[in-house]
T-cell receptor, first 109, second 117 residues
Framework: GENVEQHPSTLSVQEGDSAVIKCTYS??????FPWYKQELGKRPQLIID?????GEKKDQRIAVTLNKTAKHFSLHITETQPEDSAVYFC????????FGKGTTLSVSS | GAVVSQHPSWVICKSGTSVKIECRSL??????MFWYRQFPKQSLMLMAT?????????EQGVEKDKFLINHASLTLSTLTVTSAHPEDSSFYIC?????????????FGNGTRLTVT
């Protein structure tokens, strides 16, 4: 089955800096890769996604890159703000979403 | 947009009792729904895939006789935790895939926080 590895588990940055979270997946059949932001006690919120026929996608301060050959994808957040502090999950789809273990991002002002 | 309603949002029950959690897609038909469990400070772990009109597919290590899933219509799936024990205390979240929409975002319910005393 699919296995998704996510790094780092925690990430602390200063406001205005960039943050990068990386994920790898094992199932070459996976072709949909969303990223979720989860605040404590709440459901995950989709922040950006990418499909296997696209290498990069950007939405304002957030971008995602995908390397299908290497089976890894990354989330890039630029100009981080304190409200970006949350847990971020990557996922890979084989119908159901298989999630990485999450990255706790802390942005200090 | 697509809305998934999950009830209850929280429940406290005594050990040995059963708890039913409902997941409804309010404005779309969902052929497939997924049930996840999330322990504190951990990731979402897929428990089972629920298909309308057929038996659910359970992930390895998930007891199908303990976590009963019913997907009787295109808009409703239920998860019943039978004979609940304190170790079943967790955050349970359902998600639904819009019928016919392959590789599209899943829509999550708000989750149910189960506490077994």
């Amino acid at each position: 089955g699919e296995n998704v590895e996510q790094h780092p588990s925690t990430l602390s940055v200063q406001e205005g800096d960039s943050a990068v979270i990386k994920c790898t997946y094992s199932d070459s059949a996976s072709n949909y890769f969303p990223w979720y932001k989860q605040e404590l006690g709440k459901r995950p919120q989709l922040i950006i996604d990418i499909r296997s026929n696209v290498g990069e996608k950007k939405d304002q301060r957030i971008a995602v890159t995908l390397n299908k050959t290497a089976k890894h994808f990354s989330l890039h957040i630029t100009e981080t703000q304190p409200e970006d502090s949350a847990v971020y999950f990557c996922a890979a789809s084989r119908g159901a979403l298989i999630f990485g273990k999450g990255t706790t991002l802390s942005v200090s002002s | 947009g697509a809305v998934v309603s999950q009830h209850p949002s929280w429940v406290i029950c005594k050990s040995g009792t059963s708890v039913k959690i409902e997941c409804r897609s309010l404005d779309f038909q969902a052929t497939t729904m997924f049930w996840y469990r999330q322990f504190p400070k951990q990731s979402l772990m897929l428990m089972a895939t629920s298909n309308e009109g057929s038996k659910a597919t359970y992930e390895q290590g998930v007891e199908k006789d303990k976590f009963l899933i019913n997907h009787a219509s295109l808009t409703l799936s239920t998860l019943t935790v039978t004979s609940a024990h304190p170790e079943d205390s967790s955050f349970y979240i359902c998600s639904a895939a819009r019928q016919g929409a392959k590789d599209s975002p899943l829509h999550f319910g708000n989750g149910t926080r189960l506490t077994v005393t």
